[in-house]
């Protein structure tokens, strides 16, 4: 196990119902005007928008309001965010939404305590070294930006999804109630279960063989998250099967289940591509690259890939072909994702062959010797190979 | 999933040599004087104290210390502890050592900013607003004191001992090197595990039934725990298993593992009375207790407790009998618990038959109705025929 850190400053309220205490919270971080960032017009229609308002009022919290988040969320609206912090007053950020609008709500928070341009954090050129306080109302499980240390933005008069790590990331409070997430399509809660998945195996397919605790609580998370996603996106009014998908939104992006390993991340940097270029979810991008991806890198550690499929698709062990049961498991993990409505193939995705090689190139640099990936380093050959294996 | 709110203020600071963290971490919760609470004089022997005042020192914080915390520790240093704290200014207490260590420094802290008797909050007359900052260098993996919200306390006089619960109980930080416990004899160490153990099956052993991803996390680190229990039993000088062991004790007693869920704490509240009365480590009683308490109450849940034995002690599950793989699962944890060296017998662990009536009359009724246990309330009867199964 690796030397580590780890703080979790969020307060987290689960249950139907709780974002009836968005203004005690608030309060309680000693704010007094809140701007809350929404996405579609859904939020305000549903009544969540106007019962956060209610409370924020109840609670003597002043507001002003930003819809507008899309999937993928861009810059642009960050930057009217930064101007309406600045020119209201606000003192904190409420995010009503998902993943997108918890992003866009984290980065107005840290550039309307900066100078500069906010891109400085995405591009590299500057770190944050304040922020304002940020508080999370939830309404889909999937990106765990409601606890998470990252943020990820898209500059779209280029087409560059970039994502920001730092403490500062973690919101002060998160209010999660499974009920919201009932109404979305059953296409984005498999999206969002995907999601879930893709933040577990990131940490899940490390180098050291000295993690069996962390292994066993990602290989238990995971397990949970494939169950309910299957019940969800039958019957998104099961309510147990939404707890189980908002909790593990929740710990799988904030490293409860996986601290003191190498994680890789490979997989999202290639899936930032996709989604920046053709804007789909992110959650289905994932599904089509992170099959790809373990069919690639599946021969460097075949005994991990093999105990996944044992553990978590319950494959039986060919011990005299261990790559054949690592094989099973990605199958049978290729298999889940369509169960549950999932593209697997760049053309189900709507991507275009042509563009692989771009997309390699794109594709960020994580690592000093201008490779990806923190367990498997990918030049941008192997990328290409990756795209080329999902081109079927 | 049953509502709840989460808040783990504890930051984790883990690896070899982290104690050298103290001062840094005590100057950054703005304190100037520390007092230092530890155990025995092999902390000073060792060189561990010394490495702590010398970062102290480096940090320009000021401290006294007070050493002689016993297993089950005692109100009486308590007492001694809240004087020197008022005498000397003290601002923030700083734990060396194990979960009695830990208790001794969160019961000073609570009691230097009353002006009652401390004790008044362990016997339930008050409960405690303010306290200080405790921060704790953890020398051994079991009570997972660290970040918990709870503390255990014996009345010497009455041998009474009392736990208390409040969110005020959560350490500031922890520093966790998994070196320092290779030094202490292995039943210390098997006792550790055990206790780590009990607290997951505390809340492992649910009614509720919608529980699968936190089952999913309270199995996994089962599982781990028991593995490098094996180990380092053997091998206290294994770091990996002192690893898992010690991340471990964190996480099994602060609810990352087990939200949302109804816990039972029977067996605990019967385990205080056996080290109250005959001073044996709290491990070795859980080891006496815990299978006592299973046997007696698996019937009322027999699938739970062959869920138990199928994931966690990989038992074959009897589709026609499911008790009889209820009942395999006790035997299985009963077996592991004298591979390590524990007792499992109330003769075993040195207690006397003839004192059973009392045990179980003085056992704290946790029930507004004067039963004890939160998922299988027991009257002083059932605690006395749960006594009776462990006297074999």
Known sequence: MKNFSYHIPTRFVFGR?????????????????????????????????????????????????????????????VYEGIELVRREGVDCILAVGGGSVIDTGKAI????????????????????????????????????????????????????????????????????????????????IACGATDILAHIMERYFTGEADVDLTDRLCEGAMLAVIRAARVAV????DYDAQCQLMWGSTIAHNDTLAVGRTQDWGSHQI?????????????????????????YHMEKNVMRFAQF??????????FEHPEKTALRGIEAHEAFLRDIGMPVTLREL????????????????????????GVFPMTPADIEAILRLADR
Not at 125 to 136: D, I
């Open 109 to 188: 928070a840290h550039g309307s305590c900066y100078d500069g341009d906010f891109w400085d954090f995405f591009c590299g050129k500057a770190k944050p070294e304040r922020t304002l306080p940020v508080g999370a109302v939830l309404t889909m499980a999937a990106a765990g930006s409601e606890s998470s240390n990252s943020c990820v933005i898209t500059q779209e008069a280029t087409k560059t999804k970039r994502g920001l790590r730092t403490e500062l990331n973690r919101p002060r409070f998160a209010l999660l109630n499974p009920e919201l997430p009932m109404t979305l399509p059953p296409y984005q």
């Open 271 to 295: 899936e930032h591509e996709l989604s920046a270029l053709y804007d789909v979810p992110h959650g289905a991008g994932l599904a089509v690259v992170f099959p790809a991806w373990m069919r």
């Open 234 to 237: 039958k019957d998104p009014h």
């Open 309 to 318: 499929a044992v553990r978590v698709y319950g494959c039986g062990m060919d």
């Open 17 to 77: 119902g709780v974002e009836a205490e968005a203004g005690p919270q608030v309060r309680e971080l000693g704010a007094t005007k809140a701007l809350i960032v929404y996405g579609g017009g859904s939020a305000v229609r549903s009544g969540l928008i106007g019962r956060v308002e209610a409370s924020l009022d109840g609670a003597g919290v002043a507001h002003v309001a930003l819809g507008g988040v899309k999937p993928n969320p861009r810059d642009v609206l």
């Open 350 to 373: 709507g991507a275009r062959p042509e563009d692989i090689p771009a997309l390699a190139a794109h594709t960020k640099k994580t690592n000093p010797d201008g490779t990806t990936g």
